[in-house]
């Protein structure tokens, strides 16, 4: 898929890979600008394509006294709002079929969570709304098997469709990228590397999700090169009181200097 299908995104003659970058969770309005607009002020620096990511909901958690939103409409007006001001496309996950109509109304890109990649109706309703779709492979699932929920989109008739990789389980607690599965990824579709998410350390005895972000530089040095066409990031400007997965994502302050050495070692492939 050419990336310039997703309206409003910028620098597409770019040879950079692309991001789809933000918090985990919609918190409030002014933190969302607020982690928008740096970024936004870095991809334009180092002239990356940009997709503001942020869930209107977190559907799938441990605890029943975990954050799960500030309410479903009242988020998807936000993210819409930062569409709008600073002109980027922006993405978040849905988790229901009702959810596709409703989140197709504010946003440019649906995704199709791991847990849910092989829900048909789920995947069926997100492509017909017509939306760029993004499906992250299943933590159980080889990458192999994603060419049939690419497939589902295609069939659904909908040719505009992103493949995520986020990790595979190892053991009960820890998860693993195998960039063996990159190449293989992209035979089906237009490939992302979820960098944060794949630094995750689940199934903690407190019910809150661990993670590894000192790995995040490595893994995703690793991915630019082997080739993957865009890298997916959670950020937050105190990711220790972030609402939700705080425990693997970046400090927004060190975005910049990595975004900086990804761009050079894109370069230097390109170059090869």
Same mark, same amino acid.
């Given at each position: 898929m050419d990336i310039s299908l997703i309206p409003k995104i910028k620098h597409t003659t770019s040879q950079n890979f692309f991001l789809l970058a933000g918090p985990c969770a919609i918190e409030s309005e002014e933190m969302a600008l607020r982690i928008a607009e740096k970024v936004i002020t870095i991809t334009d620096n180092l002239e990356i394509p940009y997709v503001f990511k942020g869930s209107f909901k977190k559907a799938n958690r441990s605890r029943v006294d975990s954050f799960t939103g500030i309410g479903d409409e009242k988020a998807l007006k936000i993210l819409k709002k930062v569409g709008k001001t600073f002109g980027v496309p922006t993405v978040t996950d849905i988790h229901e079929v009702s959810d596709a109509y409703?989140?197709?109304?504010? $946003? +440019?890109?649906?995704?199709?969570?791991?847990?849910?990649?092989?829900?048909?109706?789920?995947?069926?309703?997100?492509?017909?709304?017509?939306?760029v779709i993004n499906l992250k492979k299943g933590q159980f699932m080889s990458p192999d098997s994603m060419q049939h929920a690419v497939t589902k989109v295609i069939d659904s008739? &909908?040719?505009?469709?992103?493949?995520?990789?986020?990790?595979?389980?190892?053991?009960?607690?820890?998860?693993? $990228?195998?960039?063996?599965?990159?190449?293989?990824?992209?035979?089906?579709?237009?490939?992302?590397? +979820?960098?944060?998410?794949?630094?995750?350390?689940? &199934?903690?005895?407190?019910?809150?999700?661990?993670?590894?972000? +000192?790995?995040?530089?490595?893994?995703?040095?690793?991915?630019i090169a082997v080739g993957v066409d865009g890298l997916f990031l959670e950020t937050h400007f105190d990711p220790a009181n972030a609402k939700s997965d705080g425990a693997n994502m970046l400090h927004l302050d060190h975005l910049e200097n990595l975004l900086t050495n990804l761009v050079a070692i894109r370069q230097t492939i390109i170059n090869l």
């Open positions: 409703l989140a197709a109304q504010y $946003v +440019d890109v649906l995704q199709i969570p791991a847990f849910l990649v092989r829900q048909t109706d789920l995947v069926v309703a997100a492509a017909k709304t017509g939306k008739g &909908n040719d505009k469709v992103m493949v995520t990789d986020r990790g595979t389980m190892f053991g009960y607690q820890d998860m693993i $990228v195998d960039f063996r599965g990159i190449p293989t990824l992209k035979q089906f579709a237009t490939t992302i590397l +979820d960098v944060t998410h794949s630094l995750q350390q689940p &199934n903690q005895t407190s019910g809150v999700t661990g993670g590894r972000p +000192d790995m995040i530089e490595t893994i995703a040095r690793a991915g």
